[in-house]
């Protein structure tokens, strides 16, 4: 079994959740709840493994508050 840590951020135009895998081409996908959303990512990146092991361009570091005056 294999864990991503995909990034997840709400879209105010569409009202969708977005997600994607930092660095693991091609590992988005979107939908209208969070479920939905998780079915969706873990189908996408099921299917990019069927080619082999990714390449990953980056790594997921962390998040950082930044505050500006």
């Known amino acids: 079994m294999r864990r991503y840590t995909a990034v997840v951020e709400h879209c105010q135009e569409t009202q969708l959740y977005v ?11 979107q939908g209208e709840t969070l479920d939905e959303l998780a079915r969706n990512l873990q189908e996408v990146v099921a299917m990019l493994l069927e ?13 950082q508050c ?3 005056a």
């Open 19 to 29: 997600g994607y895998v930092p660095g693991f081409a091609g590992a988005h996908a």
């Open 51 to 63: 080619d082999g092991e990714p390449q990953m361009d980056a790594e997921f570091v962390g998040t």
């Open 66 to 68: 930044v505050v500006v």
